[in-house]
């Protein structure tokens, strides 16, 4: 195998193992750095010379340059098992990401930036997914700038046509479950996501209703990060609602549940995702990113989908543009 997708192979295997954050990111930044080599062995001496590439990490990419299994990559495979080995191949089967952010409201980087990422990481499309305005601490998009972005959006297109950025929202759930932004802007999106991003300490009674409103609506695609919590730092505590009523309701309107991949979020916890997958939904293995280096966490959201048995029929961010689309907007076809 080519030295990236070792690197990015073992970083899937420590996800796997529960690895500290900081030492799956590390074979992840030296995947990318890769990219600056030409075709052919390579010693691990001028792998070093590479920006963020260290003695194990240059070792791994001047085996794999000279057309051996690296020893790292076969460790970590024997320890793992079969298991492992069918998250990987889920992880490999990624078409697409439901969920990022620019610079147009509280990512970091430009649209072209997070575009090419998402194309050198080997999808097909990501969809990208700005804040909706009354989310305004993240500056969200006026229906006037959405406009303007949807124009950009199709100008970076145009350029481009092996890989597709699909125009979408991150649209704020509100308080009686309606969405935050003009219904025939919604209309002319290719995805949806539906967060909750205030009064995230309701009652469950209103969270609840509140909830299945948003995920009913026909404009909705995809419910992001169903609880809100946060796992880092101080934290946040999950959002209370009826998780049962939520996702049989997501079952019957097609609304996929998102599998968040941000280290701070996880979300949904595990006995929610649980219960999501009894209940017959689909997924969006989604990593919210807000900068480039961030859409290589969607190896943990895969980890976590082969742990619960789901196979990349229910996973939409495995499927082909052209049903991803035909799925988000049936209508449109």
Known sequence: MDPATALRRIAFLLEWNDASPYRVRAFHTAADAVRALPPGPVDAARARRLPGVGPVTAEVIAQAAAGVTPTYLTRLESAAGPAARAGWELASAAAGDCHLHSDWSDGGHPIEEMAEAARALGHRWAVLTDHSPRLTIAHGLSPERLRRQLDAVAALNAEDGSFRLLTGIECDILEDGSLDQEPELLGRLDVV?????????????????????????????????????????????????????????????????????????????????????????????????????????????????????????????????????????????
């Open 193 to 333: 996501v539906a967060s909750v991003h205030s009064k995230l300490r309701s009652d469950p009674e209103p969270m609840t209703a509140r909830m299945l409103t948003a995920v009913s609506n026909p404009r909705t695609n995809v419910l992001g990060h169903c609880t809100g919590r946060i796992v880092t730092g101080r934290g946040r505590p999950p959002s209370r609602f009826d998780a049962e009523a939520v996702f049989a309701a997501c079952a019957a309107a097609g609304t996929a549940v998102e599998i968040n991949c941000r280290p701070e979020r996880r979300d949904p916890p595990d006995d929610l995702l649980r219960l999501a997958v009894d209940a017959g939904c689909l997924f969006a293995v989604d990593t919210d990113a807000h900068a480039p280096e961030q859409l290589h966490w969607l190896t943990s959201g895969y980890a976590r989908a082969a742990r619960f048995g789901l196979g990349a029929e229910r996973l939409v961010t495995t499927w082909p543009r052209e049903r991803l689309l035909a799925w988000a907007n049936p209508a449109a076809g």
